[in-house]
């Protein structure tokens, strides 16, 4: 130990570093993430699928991209728990009434 720094610690440099990986990282995987929501209607079109599973599908992608969006890039995953329940609890409420009037109005919308 030299000067009270700690041999092993990371520099700032590779702090930052390994930072940047970690958004490259992410990034990439919301652009697979995109990709797949493109794909999925487009392939479905010959009705593979129902189209329930389809939706429920996508919505679950799309709940998953925003939860990784607000942990990483807008750092809640390090903030108090309370911050990410405030945008999470929104989202899981409207997913549950989108589901529920895709349930009430099936015949309508399919």
Not at 33 to 41: K, S, W
Not at 51 to 75: D, P, S
Not at 78 to 101: A, K, S
Request: proline share 4%; charged share 15%.
């Amino acid at each position: 130990m030299a000067h009270g720094h700690d041999e092993h610690a990371p520099t700032e440099h590779e702090a930052h570093h390994s930072h940047a990986k970690l958004y490259v990282i992410i990034f990439f995987v919301l652009l697979v993430m995109t990709g797949i929501e493109i794909a999925l209607p487009i392939i479905n079109k010959a009705e593979i699928m129902a189209k329930q599973l389809e939706v429920a599908l996508l919505l679950g992608l799309m709940t998953i991209k925003g939860a990784i969006v607000m942990m990483f890039y807008m750092h809640l995953k390090g903030d108090r728990r309370m911050f990410g329940t405030l945008f999470v609890f929104p989202i899981v409420c409207v997913l549950l009434m989108m589901l529920g009037f895709f349930a009430l109005f099936q015949p309508v919308l399919w």
